[in-house]
């Protein structure tokens, strides 16, 4: 019989009674480019792995990087057999929606549809809890680091993050929710206003203090 990894934590949004990590489980960081620079060396997977190894040693979990640059919901789909199930996890982590959203606003590119990203997340939670997978949704966190309702995208990744809380509400999935933590930090401490520069270097990408932050909240939800 595995052995528990601890107690069940609460942190800030992110709903974890039903989440305990355990050990020799296998985790998959599921995304876009947030994710894929999270496995650069000071980058939120990384510290996530890190700090799992340095507890339990060989026995931790094992922690893959599953995340693609420009990905949307419909990429994830597609990739999900390939680069997610293939890999047996028991713990599949969830971080889109900021292409989704801005890709309406950037140039030559064309964001999803609100219909599309809703069964498309829910395909997602039901082909992975299918495979016998535990899910963790995240909102998607910013674009712009400005007072909520001050950056340009606001309003719509509003509505996205609401489609994504609904999500997890109808199909018994774990939320963690990313943009109201986001939105509370820097509520707090971004009191110059910037739009960038706090927890990211560009609104959306993280820099260290940012890959420091989710990898705290991130393990949280993973019941650390």
């Known amino acids: 019989m595995k052995l528990l990894l601890g107690f069940v934590f609460l942190f800030a949004g992110c709903a974890s009674e039903h989440m305990v990590v355990k050990r020799a489980e296998k985790i998959v960081f599921f995304g876009d480019s947030i994710t894929q620079l999270g496995g650069g060396p000071n980058g939120y997977v990384t510290l996530v792995a890190n700090a799992l190894k340095e507890k339990y040693g060989p026995k931790a979990p094992q922690v893959v990087n599953a995340g693609i640059s420009g990905n949307k919901v419909p990429d994830l ?12 996890p028991t713990v599949v982590v969830i971080y889109i929606g900021i292409n989704d959203v801005w890709h309406w606003t950037t140039p030559g590119l064309k964001g999803t549809t609100k219909e599309v990203y809703d069964s498309g997340l829910r395909d997602i939670i039901w082909r992975s809890h299918a495979a016998g997978a535990r899910v963790i949704l995240c909102t998607p966190s910013v674009i712009g680091e400005k007072g909520d309702g001050e950056n340009p995208e606001d309003k719509m990744l509003d509505e996205y993050t609401e489609i994504s809380r609904k999500v997890v509400r ?3 999935t774990q939320l963690c929710d990313l943009h109201r933590d986001f939105r ?4 707090e401490h971004n009191l110059e206003d910037k739009r960038q520069g706090v927890l990211t270097v560009d609104g959306v990408h993280l820099n260290d203090e940012g890959n420091r932050f989710v990898s705290g909240i991130m393990l949280k939800a993973l019941g650390y």
Do not use: G, I, N, Y
């Open 170 to 172: 109808d199909t018994d």
């Open 184 to 187: 509370e930090f820097l509520k």
């Open 77 to 88: 789909q597609l990739r999900l057999e390939r680069d997610v199930l293939s890999q047996d």
